[in-house]
Nanobody, 123 residues
């Protein structure tokens, strides 16, 4: 199994940027499909962006297309999410997750989860 630890969250004004990181340990990071998800109280956890094992197949939720960029560095066992032009509706707890099977915006395919990092965007 793989252990995941997110970092890089914080508070920012609308229009600002943040870069989230997810450090992986345990099983080989390169063997997992990875994703970023976010959740706000009272709502279901939603997929934000996903990336395949080689970093060549990438999917974004419509709400973040053109503003967020997911990437990975298999040599450093790290997943990233660059978030630009942030909006108040991007506020939430952001989780990274690992899937042994495939890349998808559906949280049901992800077996391993980090503890989450809070992102707060003020207007």
């Amino acid at each position: 199994q793989v252990q995941l630890v997110e970092s890089g969250g914080g508070s920012v004004q609308a229009g600002g940027s943040l870069r989230l990181s997810c450090a992986a340990s345990g099983s080989p990071f390169s063997s997992y499909y990875m994703g970023w998800f976010r959740q706000v109280p009272g709502k279901e956890r939603e997929g934000v962006a996903t990336i395949d094992r080689e970093g060549t197949i990438i999917t974004y939720a419509d709400s973040v297309k053109g503003r967020f960029t997911i990437s990975r560095d298999n040599a450093k066992n790290t997943l990233y999410l660059q978030m630009n032009r942030l909006r108040p509706e991007d506020t939430g707890v952001y989780y990274c997750a690992a899937s042994p099977w495939y890349t998808s915006l559906s949280r049901d395919l992800y077996r391993y989860w980090g503890q989450g990092t809070q992102v707060t965007v003020s207007s």
